[in-house]
């Protein structure tokens, strides 16, 4: 083998280890994390993160509807306002000073998960170092995340919620739940390869794709071979511990592999197998379907649809999006329901910032606070929690006059009400989630008591 050809298996096992998650067993290793009991049916819970990539233009998707709301919005947004006619209304309980929202026509099914009791929206979240106003921003007093409005910086915040740790919180709520799992290895899984939210201090994503798991591969004879094979009989401890960590990588897959439903349990993916997001979180079915078998009670899975960054011709793709947002949760939903565990997992969407008021010509431009969806058995849905904008170009809940919407709730909180559901101590989420202390509302109660 050449140096040129040696060098590009390197780099290229060395990404598939960070992806898979080798660094997973090299710290459990060195850290002597312990075999985990098997989990019972009745205690298993997932979360599953919906990074809707580029940021989602949230007035498109969840749109002002009562007709004061409605016409200013119509007035500002022009050609991509969505005709109310064609809208679909929510109903909700809760009280929001007259102020009502509905959803994009291709979010069918959605509403009908809304109105079944199963999706709640969670209104204009986003990263908030402490609460926020209009009059905090105009006098130069208020306390913002870094570089608002990029795409790195601001995926990478809604992936931590900590601007000084390197860890997800995702990844930082494995390393406390990776003990009851009998193969730790599976407590955090990406189906978008390397994720900064499941990085743990301990843990990291395991990678699979829409084919299911992958089975790490070394050319027969290479130096990487020889190098990640034999470990009882190295004496070198860094050898040692790199090819134990390989052979964990190696065994722990095989146990997945062999635990995974069939491809065809869940029969025919909607889009044909082009809508990527319905085909990601058909493996992540197939994944939670094995939970039982791999002795896993608590895991925490990442996905992704990109094609968010709709800085023109949104009118051609953001309604092929919704398509394909819509046909993947009422699909995922089927799949939870015919394993009869809708109410143990529970998804919920993130996207690195929603749009400007104001649009960009036949696009919207970067914004900051965004709309959420949360869905699951779990979930008392139907139902808006959080505060609703007032849709006004210069109006309190902007940053600037037609700018970015300004979070009301703290993505800190919605991810604390997750946490919590999924038994993460008061004090440790005060831990993971630093900047919550400084909001009133630590549960924003879209999640049903234990």
């Not at 069918?108 to 986003?126: C, D, E, S």
């Not at 139907?382 to 902007?398: E, F, H, Q, R, S």
């Amino acid at each position: 083998m050449t140096h040129a050809a040696s060098r590009r298996e390197f780099l290229r096992q060395a990404s598939a280890f960070a992806a898979a998650g080798i660094a997973s067993p090299f710290a459990m290793r060195f850290a002597g994390i312990a075999a985990a009991s098997a989990q019972t049916a009745s205690d298993y819970k997932a979360l599953v993160y919906v990074a809707l990539g580029g940021g989602n233009d949230h007035l498109s998707s969840i749109v002002p509807y009562d007709m004061p709301s409605y016409t200013n919005y119509a007035n500002v947004r022009k050609d991509l306002a969505l005709a109310r006619a064609k809208l679909l209304p929510l109903t909700a309980a809760s009280q929001q000073k007259g102020l009502q929202i509905a959803l994009s026509p291709r979010l069918t099914g959605i509403r009908k998960l809304y109105n079944a009791g199963r999706i709640a929206v969670v209104a204009n979240v986003g990263p908030l170092l402490e609460p926020t106003t209009r009059a905090d921003i105009d006098a130069g007093r208020a306390k913002l995340p870094r570089l608002l409005g990029s795409h790195f910086d601001q995926s990478n915040m809604w992936a931590s919620l900590n601007e000084a740790s390197e860890y997800g919180w995702g990844g930082r709520m494995a390393d406390i739940m990776a003990s009851t799992n009998a193969h730790p290895i599976a407590t955090t899984i990406s189906s978008a390869g390397y994720t900064r939210f499941g990085m743990g201090a301990n843990t990291y994503a395991f990678a699979v794709s829409n084919d299911g798991v992958p089975q790490p591969y070394f050319e027969p004879g290479s130096p990487f071979e020889r190098a990640v094979t034999g470990s009882g009989t190295r004496t070198n401890l860094l050898e040692k511990a790199y090819a134990q960590a390989h052979e964990t990588l190696r065994d722990e897959s095989a146990i997945l592999n062999g635990a995974i439903l069939p491809d065809a349990t869940f029969g025919q993916t909607p889009g044909g197998g082009e809508n990527e997001l319905a085909n990601s979180l058909r493996t992540i079915g197939r994944l939670i379907g094995a939970s039982s078998a791999i002795g896993a009670r608590r895991q925490v899975f990442y996905v992704e649809l990109g094609g968010f960054d709709t800085h023109s011709e949104q009118n051609i793709w953001h309604p092929q999006l919704m398509t394909k947002l819509n046909s993947a949760l009422v699909f995922f939903d089927s799949m939870l329901g015919k394993l009869g565990m809708r109410d143990k997992v529970t998804l919920f969407t993130t996207s690195e910032f929603g749009r400007n008021f104001v649009p960009n010509e036949d696009g919207t431009d970067h914004g900051w606070g965004s709309h959420h969806l949360v869905m699951g058995g779990a979930v008392n849905g139907g139902n808006i929690y959080g505060k609703l904008p007032a849709i006004n170009v210069n109006g309190p809940d902007t940053t600037y006059e037609g700018g970015p919407m300004l979070p009301s709730t703290s993505a800190s909180q919605y991810a604390a009400t997750l946490g919590r559901w999924m038994g993460i101590s008061e004090s440790d989420l005060a831990d993971i989630l630093p900047d919550l202390a400084r909001f009133d509302a630590k549960d924003l109660g879209f999640m049903k008591k234990a």
